[in-house]
């Protein structure tokens, strides 16, 4: 049985040691809290608002970068293969090709650089928490903005004004309530 040697965040303090059965368990757990998310959805023209950004975020910041990150590309392989993961039930490969696309193949990075600002302790403060996951939240709205844009073939300001600026306040608001997790669960993990 291998274990995972690594900075903590908070599912490795809460689970640990951290071994692989456990790391697939949490990898197909946080795959299905990804698509349970995605079902949240409000369609507002090309791209919906959904739950999949807050749970992607959330994702990277509880298991770390390389788990996080895992978590996140099973979650796509599912909804690519068929599953009905994706926003509002929809699934196939042919969603990597549409407007939300740019989005999908962000997911991975910003669960990672999310993560791993949490392996280095930005998880363990509100404050820090939230500009952790503000970054990650830049890096799924620039592969949206910019994926959107070519694909439309429109100047980078319309599609900024498709793409990024109807989202940015419950952006906030999910990244304020996802912030809000990680230092209760530290303190909870304290006690």
């Known amino acids: 049985m291998t274990t995972y040697a690594k900075a903590d965040t908070l599912m490795e303090a809460a689970l640990a040691p951290l071994d692989s059965t456990r ?22 023209g090309a791209v919906p608002i959904t739950g999949q950004s807050f749970a992607v975020l959330l994702t990277g910041a509880l298991l770390g970068s390389r788990l996080g990150a895992a978590a996140v590309i099973a979650y796509l392989v599912e909804g690519a293969i068929g599953l009905p993961f994706f926003a509002g039930g929809g699934s196939g490969i042919v969603r990597f090709l549409g407007p939300t696309a740019g989005y999908l193949v962000a997911f991975p990075a910003a669960a990672f650089i999310t993560g791993a600002f949490a392996e280095h302790g930005w998880d363990k403060r509100y404050v820090t928490a939230v500009a952790a996951m503000a970054i990650g939240s830049v890096i799924i709205f620039f592969g949206g903005w910019a994926w959107y844009s070519i694909l439309t073939h429109t100047p980078p300001v319309t599609a900024f004004n498709v793409a990024v600026l109807p989202f940015l306040a419950g952006d906030v608001i999910k990244i304020a309530l996802a912030a809000a997790v990680l230092p209760t669960g530290w303190a909870l993990l304290k006690k």
Do not use: H
Request: no cysteine.
């Open 23 to 44: 790391a697939a368990g949490l990898t197909i757990v946080f795959s299905l809290f990804i698509a349970a998310s995605a079902q949240f959805s409000i369609q507002i």
